[in-house]
């Protein structure tokens, strides 16, 4: 029995109004088996290798010990790429890796092919569904609120480009695309290239880090539509190179600035400008990557291979709780928190190795197992 997508009439029908002119490279278009239905359930982690090669997801079942099993490798369909200059982190940024649509689906970035692809999961398993253009150089992020989602690409003058996300599908919103006026090569420079898009909690705000490039944090508008503003509101970062940010309970935006590895946090005012909070340092090196887990936030130091962790107090001023919440290996990156706060996964690129870590509920961190052999360099990690 052949099994129909229950949302792929309504992409088909979508496609045909009027998205249709822009989208490359859509798997299951006319005359190609239709996409299979999947439940769901699982608890999986996934790590993208960024090779130039062929990028690849690795995907592991996560165990109720928050202890991870390798499950499967999935090919993008595209190639990864490195930033100039970078050794650890290849992508130079925070993101490249999104659960979304409520963990259905899978964004990776081909930063080598300038592609997005999108996967439907299936606890452990992928089904290549779509590469799609990125509507730019060298895409770095992505993040999504409801079904929009925004790629960040660093390279060349840098953009964002928007994307419905209909039946797991990205249909791309051609008057969605806003430059980011940065004076870059493609591949960027890993310390001017833009380093991660997000949304505000609330949904109408969109927020870019510019790195050395402006040491700035730029800000569109958000309609309830997903239009963006035609301009960004900018606002100088409090310290240098401002790589990558969270948010916390009260909407503030947890910014990670690597330059002097200082967490800054910031009022996001309707007008898209941010108002400084405070900022503490954690006295390490290359405070690059952030996540937040309970109340408290989780920075990865790529030079000193270990992470800290903050707080924010009644003032919405950061606050360093461990200048070394926990050690890691050479070339810290990325990080990401299982959806129940229970564990911290870092990777460390640099070294072809992650860490799992159980989240204590006084926000310390407890080391549960170092998993080897990814290859070096990768960088984005998801967890479900």
């Given at each position: 029995m052949t099994l129909v997508h229950p949302l792929r009439t309504l992409a088909a029908s979508v496609f045909a109004v009027g998205f249709g002119a822009g989208v490359l490279g859509i798997a299951g278009t006319a005359g190609a088996d239709p996409l299979p239905t999947f439940p769901q359930g699982g608890h999986a982690l996934f790590i993208e290798t960024d090779q130039s090669s062929g990028n690849e997801i690795l995907a592991y079942t996560r165990g109720a010990d928050g202890t991870v099993s390798l499950a499967g490798t999935y090919a993008t369909g595209g190639d990864g790429a490195s930033a100039v200059g970078a050794t650890a982190d290849p992508l130079a940024s925070q993101g490249g890796l999104a659960l979304v649509n409520g963990g259905r689906d899978l964004l990776a970035v081909n930063a080598g092919s300038d592609t997005v692809s999108l996967f439907v999961v299936q606890g452990t398993s992928l089904f290549l569904a779509q590469t799609i253009s990125s509507g730019g150089e060298f895409p770095a992020s992505i993040a999504a609120d409801g079904s929009t989602v925004a790629v960040l690409n660093?390279?060349?003058?840098?953009?964002?480009?928007?994307?419905?996300l209909l039946g797991d599908h990205l249909f791309p919103l051609p008057d969605e695309v806003r430059s980011l006026g940065l004076a870059n090569?493609?591949?960027?420079?890993?310390?001017?290239?833009?380093?991660?898009?997000?949304?505000t909690p609330d949904g109408t705000h969109l927020v870019v880090t510019t790195k050395l490039s402006t040491n700035s944090y730029e800000v569109f508008s958000v309609s309830p539509s997903g239009n963006l503003g035609a301009t960004p509101v900018v606002t100088a970062s409090a310290t240098a190179l401002p790589f990558a940010f969270s948010f916390d309970a009260a909407g503030h935006l947890v910014g990670a600035e690597a330059a002097t590895s200082t967490v800054s946090t910031y009022t996001v005012n309707p007008s898209?400008?941010?108002?400084?909070?405070?900022s503490v340092s954690d006295g390490a090196t290359a405070l690059c990557w952030i996540t937040g887990v309970n109340g408290t936030f989780y920075g990865s130091n790529a030079g000193s291979g270990n992470v800290s962790s903050f707080s924010v107090n009644g003032s919405g001023a950061p606050v360093l709780n461990a200048a070394i919440a926990a050690v890691t290996h050479p070339g810290t990156t990325d990080s990401a928190a299982s959806p129940d706060g229970r564990f911290l996964y870092v990777e460390s690129g640099g070294s072809g190795a992650f860490d799992a870590f159980a989240v204590n509920a006084n926000g310390s961190l407890s080391q549960i197992e170092t998993v080897w052999n990814i290859p070096v360099g990768s960088e984005g990690i998801a967890v479900s």
């Amino acid at each position: 029995m052949t099994l129909v997508h229950p949302l792929r009439t309504l992409a088909a029908s979508v496609f045909a109004v009027g998205f249709g002119a822009g989208v490359l490279g859509i798997a299951g278009t006319a005359g190609a088996d239709p996409l299979p239905t999947f439940p769901q359930g699982g608890h999986a982690l996934f790590i993208e290798t960024d090779q130039s090669s062929g990028n690849e997801i690795l995907a592991y079942t996560r165990g109720a010990d928050g202890t991870v099993s390798l499950a499967g490798t999935y090919a993008t369909g595209g190639d990864g790429a490195s930033a100039v200059g970078a050794t650890a982190d290849p992508l130079a940024s925070q993101g490249g890796l999104a659960l979304v649509n409520g963990g259905r689906d899978l964004l990776a970035v081909n930063a080598g092919s300038d592609t997005v692809s999108l996967f439907v999961v299936q606890g452990t398993s992928l089904f290549l569904a779509q590469t799609i253009s990125s509507g730019g150089e060298f895409p770095a992020s992505i993040a999504a609120d409801g079904s929009t989602v925004a790629v960040l690409n660093s390279g060349g003058a840098g953009a964002v480009a928007e994307f419905r996300l209909l039946g797991d599908h990205l249909f791309p919103l051609p008057d969605e695309v806003r430059s980011l006026g940065l004076a870059n090569t493609n591949p960027p420079e890993n310390h001017h290239g833009a380093g991660q898009v997000g949304f505000t909690p609330d949904g109408t705000h969109l927020v870019v880090t510019t790195k050395l490039s402006t040491n700035s944090y730029e800000v569109f508008s958000v309609s309830p539509s997903g239009n963006l503003g035609a301009t960004p509101v900018v606002t100088a970062s409090a310290t240098a190179l401002p790589f990558a940010f969270s948010f916390d309970a009260a909407g503030h935006l947890v910014g990670a600035e690597a330059a002097t590895s200082t967490v800054s946090t910031y009022t996001v005012n309707p007008s898209g400008s941010l108002t400084l909070l405070g900022s503490v340092s954690d006295g390490a090196t290359a405070l690059c990557w952030i996540t937040g887990v309970n109340g408290t936030f989780y920075g990865s130091n790529a030079g000193s291979g270990n992470v800290s962790s903050f707080s924010v107090n009644g003032s919405g001023a950061p606050v360093l709780n461990a200048a070394i919440a926990a050690v890691t290996h050479p070339g810290t990156t990325d990080s990401a928190a299982s959806p129940d706060g229970r564990f911290l996964y870092v990777e460390s690129g640099g070294s072809g190795a992650f860490d799992a870590f159980a989240v204590n509920a006084n926000g310390s961190l407890s080391q549960i197992e170092t998993v080897w052999n990814i290859p070096v360099g990768s960088e984005g990690i998801a967890v479900s």
